[in-house]
């Protein structure tokens, strides 16, 4: 079955989603217990993205990172990186 309509995209973009909600859960929870070094995250994703093809298919992957990045190097804490990170998963905050 061939879907042209972009209903495929739109299923790896919710799958994609929930991945990354996943892996920033456990993150946040390392965060919280001190297991992990903020600037030393940052350094990683900073990588991450630079490595990272310029592309429509990755552009959802790379605003998500980076605005989560954006709160780790303003130094929010983890309840507010969690808040964050959730409202870029679901699309943003209302009314901004």
Request: glycine share 10%; aromatic share 8%.
């Amino acid at each position: 079955m061939s879907d042209t309509s972009g209903g495929n995209s739109t299923a790896e973009y919710e799958f994609l989603r929930g991945h990354i909600a996943a892996t920033m859960a456990l993150i946040h929870g390392l965060i919280a217990q001190g297991a992990l070094d903020r600037q030393a995250l940052d350094d990683y994703f900073t990588d991450y993205l630079s490595r990272l093809p310029h592309t429509r298919e990755t552009l959802a992957l790379r605003l998500v990172i980076d605005q989560w990045r954006q709160g780790l190097r303003e130094g929010q804490d983890e309840a507010q990186l969690r808040r964050n990170f959730l409202e870029v998963i679901h699309g943003g905050k209302s009314g901004d």
